[in-house]
Nanobody, 114 residues
């Protein structure tokens, strides 16, 4: 059974930074995609994703501010968030696509105060 455990959310002032981590466990395909979605009231957005081969994808709203990275040996993905804005406030969910199955973490709250 695949499990994703997230950490690193919290409260930060606008302009600040946070780093989210997501550790995966269980049987995972060698090619996989890890990423982050965020859920704000009435809106869900794919923030960033990264394949096991290193290809990345970012939402336009976070390009230049957020960076996704992975440590494949540790089965962990990271989301470095810089220059945070109040509109980045959301619950952030780690996701993993493995063998055509999508898995989700429990979510971590990120709140950016103005």
């Amino acid at each position: 059974q695949v499990q994703l455990v997230e950490s690193g959310g919290g409260l930060v002032q606008a302009g600040g930074s946070l780093r989210l981590s997501c550790a995966a466990s269980g049987s995972i395909s060698s090619f996989n995609v890890m990423g982050w979605y965020r859920q704000a009231p009435g809106k869900r957005e794919l923030v960033a994703s990264m394949t096991s081969g290193g290809s990345t994808n970012y939402a336009d709203s976070v390009k230049g501010r957020f960076t996704i990275s992975r440590d494949n040996a540790k089965r962990t993905a990271y989301l470095r968030m810089n220059s945070l804005k109040p509109e980045d406030t959301a619950v952030y969910y780690c996701t993993l696509r493995s063998w055509d199955t999508d898995y989700w973490g429990q979510g971590t709250q990120v709140t950016v105060s103005s």
